[in-house]
């Protein structure tokens, strides 16, 4: 069974920094792309950053660059998504997925899905 479980997700002030985790099982992680989407209430899913596993390519969506940054640990089948200097529009859950992926793609270029993990920005 495929799963991806994302962590770390939590409330953080404005200026903070939040690490979020995407642990992947069931799956041979190294062909795929790992994408984090997030989506805040009322809006679209947004692409946010998309790390391509076999040869380390990223994306960085313009709305977080110089903020988020994305990383991979193969051996542990986990991606990072490093977020500092938070502001309250990055208030959102956050989902990891698994798939083609792409700069960054939709969400159906990505097969498998996590449940998602808070994160809120307060001012």
């Known amino acids: 069974e495929v799963q991806l479980v994302e962590s770390g997700g939590g409330v953080v002030q404005a200026g903070g920094s939040l690490r979020l985790s995407c642990v992947v099982s069931?799956?041979?992680?190294?062909?795929?792309?790992i994408g984090w989407f997030r989506q805040a209430p009322g809006k679209e899913h947004e692409g946010v950053s998309v790390?391509?596993?076999?040869?380390?390519?990223?994306y960085i969506a313009e709305s977080v660059k110089g903020r988020f940054t994305i990383s991979s640990d193969n051996a542990k089948k986990m991606v990072y998504l490093f977020m500092k200097d938070l502001k309250p529009e990055d208030t959102a859950v956050y989902y990891c997925?698994?798939?083609?992926?792409?700069?960054?793609?939709?969400?159906?270029?990505?097969?498998?899905w996590g449940q998602g993990t808070q994160v809120t920005v307060s001012s």
């Open positions: 790390i391509s596993i076999p040869d380390g390519d990223t």
């Open positions: 069931g799956l041979h992680v190294d062909t795929y792309a």
């Open positions: 997925g698994a798939g083609s992926g792409g700069s960054p793609g939709t969400v159906d270029d990505y097969d498998y």
